[in-house]
């Protein structure tokens, strides 16, 4: 792998090698404190972020290296009209691996096709985010123990959110997975998800409206929100926002090991008193991105640690 644009770009091999990574990563991190020393990420978003700038920019920060980089298109020359090609060419310049969040669908991979460091996609609009994945998995194998055998929910705006799209993608190479959209028909996840995940692996999925219908059943709930950025208008959004909220009412009849995830930022979706539930996982999920991305960098990179 020299780039991560799409969470296909990640075998399964690929994926437990991060995650094994990053598990020890999180258990011994003394050992990684100087790996990437003298090596430089740069960030370029050109959305806006809170978990995923600032986990990879710690993420570079405790493997002893440095950052660079913009965290808005304003504060960057693309608000000069300078190309995304133009961009990557001038950044791989200054630094050895970047981190791009965009707006427009694929231009990470733009990016990736004019330099000769890795590039990984931060979020590529309504698209993929392929390290919010990898983070989901580790999540997953932290809180459930396996990758495989269990039912999950993916609730709410499955339209746009990218998370949704990038963590089915992968899954769908996992035995035994149950998969549930619950979101309103104008919210259901796209038809080439549908096509080419699905029903070309033939693998059955279930969509319904009502959360409270299937609660019982699951092992994972996957909390999203409704991605306002992505709504060409206002008044559907309004309409849509607040479709669902998970509180302890409609837990009451949830299992006790259900696992409650949500890449965050969450708006309404969640009420806060949930955040005091054990089942609640999505602050630990926040953390994990950290541990994973550390994973991830030092693996494009090509850098280990020196075992004694
Ligand atoms: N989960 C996630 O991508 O969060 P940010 O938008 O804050 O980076």
């Known amino acids: 792998m020299r780039h991560l644009i799409d969470p296909m770009d990640l075998s399964v091999e690929d994926i437990d090698r991060l995650l094994n990574l990053a598990d020890d990563i999180s258990k011994h991190p003394e050992k990684y404190r100087e790996v990437c ?28 290296g440095s950052v660079l980089g913009f965290s808005s298109a304003d504060s960057s020359s ?10 990557a060419r001038t950044v791989a310049c200054y630094a050895d691996i970047i981190a791009m969040r965009h707006p427009k669908e694929g231009a990470p991979y733009v990016a990736s096709q004019f330099v000769d460091i890795p ?9 993929n985010h392929p390290t919010q994945t990898l983070t989901d998995l580790l999540t997953i194998r932290r809180e459930k123990g396996r990758l495989d055998h269990f039912t999950i929910g993916f609730c ?18 996992y035995d035994d997975i149950n998969y549930i959209m619950i979101s309103p028909e104008e919210l259901q996840i796209p038809e080439y998800l549908k096509k080419d995940v699905f029903e070309r692996k033939g ?9 409270e219908e299937v609660m019982p059943e699951l092992d994972i709930i996957y909390m999203t929100r409704v991605q306002r950025e ?27 090991d259900l696992s409650i995830l949500h890449p965050l930022p969450r708006v309404n979706e969640i009420s806060v008193k949930v955040d005091q539930d054990p089942r609640a996982c999505y602050f630990r999920q926040a953390l994990n991105g950290k541990h994973v991305r550390m994973a991830l960098i030092m693996d494009l990179l090509g850098v280990s640690a020196d075992e004694d």
Do not use: C, Q, W
């Open 37 to 64: 020393r003298y090596k430089k990420l740069a960030t370029l978003f050109f959305e806006p972020s809170t978990r995923t700038r600032l986990s990879f920019e710690a993420a570079m920060l405790e493997l002893g």
């Open 78 to 87: 693309a608000a000069k009209g300078e190309s995304i090609a133009d961009t």
């Open 119 to 127: 590039i990984i996609n931060a979020g590529d609009g309504g698209h």
């Open 156 to 173: 709410g705006d499955l339209k746009f959110g990218r998370t949704v799209h990038s963590l089915i993608k992968a899954l769908s190479r």
């Open 203 to 211: 693998i059955p999925f279930r969509e319904v409206e009502k959360m």
């Open 230 to 256: 992505r709504f060409f208008n206002e008044a559907d959004y309004v309409r849509l926002k607040d479709s669902y909220i998970l509180d302890m009412d409609k837990l009451k009849n949830a299992k006790e």
